[in-house]
């Protein structure tokens, strides 16, 4: 029973010894025939190969030993190892001195090592691994630059800086971005103010003293007489009392006046741009601006205003998006004067916002408070009169105004294909010139055109008529 087990233990060691050696065992097995070699030694770095030869050698030797290293197990066979990576060669001599072969050792990286480690990390990827000369060759299509990029850097690190890329990435890689530019202004504008004027007659000498609209004998007569006083400001809400009493003259007005306006702009471009590179979109104009140059000169540039975009889209997954976006809203605001005043140009109220976001496909995000509020009031009257209670607000004149303006952006992209022409319609596609008949008889300026053939035709014979909204069953 003891000569069994130790006949057992041996027996695993031995097993164990030939297991811890896979790389020989593993590695590539050249045979060296007569007169020549088949094929090109290939060593995988920090692993070995095995080289036999068909007749006994006496004496071998290697070009460059920091390249590979060898040592003999037999009169018949060599054992290489790879130690970095370049080429260099094998000789073989007979036990006479003649040349058995001159065989090309070529070390490269652990090919065996990466492409294990590209099926963990990348599965289902088809990413061809090739070495070519010192360095790592990857070719095939990939899903998505995330996946390019992840096996480029993998592949730097078995091979620094002796990377060639040849893959391409598949699927979708350009992007449609759907913007939609929305501003509410609104202003609203209130003023009260109060006019007060006496005049007199007397031994044909005239004096007149009045405040406001009523400051002048002019305006004094025309309120007594009831015609319009001019009040030099856009005012209707103008009310004038007056009368006179002999030589006296007397006349008050009240003017009152409240303003409320809104404005809606609005715009919503689509623009499409492949996988990193940029795309931008102008809705406005280009100002000119003067500017005098040292031989006394004058040269014009130009600058765009109105909504503005730019983006850069970059498809990093199978419908994950990185945006890089910058969107802008300006307009013309208050001049400027430059040098002695023979030139004025407007200057700019422009809104700016640039951020990077990243989401999928069809999914959207808001860009809100830009939010700009302006308030102003101003109150004028005539010193300690308009302190006077009750009575002073007729030596008092009050304007509030307060603008506000608020602008929203919201953006969408989306992974799109281009189509074929055909399968689109224009808005002009829907409309002809009208006949001499339609225009002179019938006083169309324009006559419907429907499409008969492609997508068009088929959208413009579709039957939107009938009931519509949603069904809900219990």
Do not use: C
Not at 375 to 386: A, S
């Amino acid at each position: 029973m003891g000569f069994d087990r130790t006949f057992r233990a041996i027996l695993a060691g031995v097993a164990l010894a030939m297991a811890s050696v896979p790389s020989a065992a593993s590695a590539q097995n050249l045979r060296v025939l007569d007169g020549g070699v088949a094929e090109t030694l290939n060593v995988p770095m920090n692993r070995a190969v095995v080289v036999e030869s068909d007749e006994p050698f006496a004496e071998i030797s290697i070009a460059n030993p920091g390249i590979a290293d060898i040592s003999t197990l037999s009169d018949r066979t060599i054992y290489v190892l790879g130690k970095s990576q370049g080429r260099t060669t094998l000789t073989l001599l007979s036990p006479n001195g003649t040349l058995i072969a001159n065989v090309e050792v070529q070390v490269t990286p652990d090919m065996s090592e990466f492409k294990e480690r590209l099926r963990q990390i990348l599965p289902g990827e088809p990413i061809e691994v090739r070495t070519a000369n010192d360095g790592i060759v990857l070719s095939g299509t990939v899903s998505s630059a995330a996946a390019l990029d992840r096996a480029l850097d993998l592949a730097s690190r078995y091979a620094p800086d002796r990377v060639s890329n040849l893959m391409s990435v598949g699927g979708t890689q350009q992007v449609m971005l759907k913007v939609r530019f929305a501003e509410m202004q609104r202003s609203v504008t209130k003023s009260l103010s109060a006019s007060l004027g006496f005049g007199a007659d007397i031994g044909g000498v005239g004096a007149s003293v009045g405040t406001n609209a009523l400051g002048n004998q002019s305006a004094i007569n025309s309120a007594v007489t009831g015609d319009l006083v001019s009040t030099g400001s856009d005012r209707t809400g103008a009310f004038t009392f007056g009368f006179n009493a002999g030589a006296l003259q007397f006349a008050v007005m009240l003017e009152a006046l409240e303003n409320k306006g809104m404005v809606r702009t609005l715009a919503e471009p689509n623009l499409t741009a492949l996988s990193g590179q940029q795309a931008s979109f102008l809705a406005g104009g280009e100002y000119p601006i003067p500017s005098v140059q040292e031989n006394g000169s004058v040269m014009i540039d130009y600058k765009p205003f109105g909504v503005e975009l730019t983006f850069t889209p970059r498809v990093v997954d199978e419908d994950i998006i990185n945006l890089q976006l910058t969107a802008s809203v300006s307009g013309l605001d208050n001049s400027v004067t430059y040098g002695d005043g023979s030139i004025s140009v407007n200057a700019f109220a422009r809104r700016e916002t640039s951020t990077v976001v990243e989401m999928r496909d069809g999914q959207s995000f808001a860009i809100a408070g830009l939010l700009q509020d302006d308030f102003r009031d101003l109150n004028g009257q005539v010193p300690w009169l308009g302190d006077v209670p009750i009575l002073g607000a007729l030596f008092r004149s009050a304007d509030y105004e307060r603008s506000q303006s608020e602008l929203v952006i919201i953006v969408t992209p989306h992974l799109v294909s281009p189509t074929r022409g055909e399968a689109l319609a224009l808005p002009t596609d829907r409309v002809r010139p009208p006949s001499e008949k339609d225009l002179f008889l019938r006083g169309e300026t324009a006559a419907p055109n429907r499409p008969t053939t492609g997508a068009a035709g088929e959208v413009a014979r579709q039957d939107f008529t009938g009931s519509y909204g949603y069904v809900m069953e219990d």
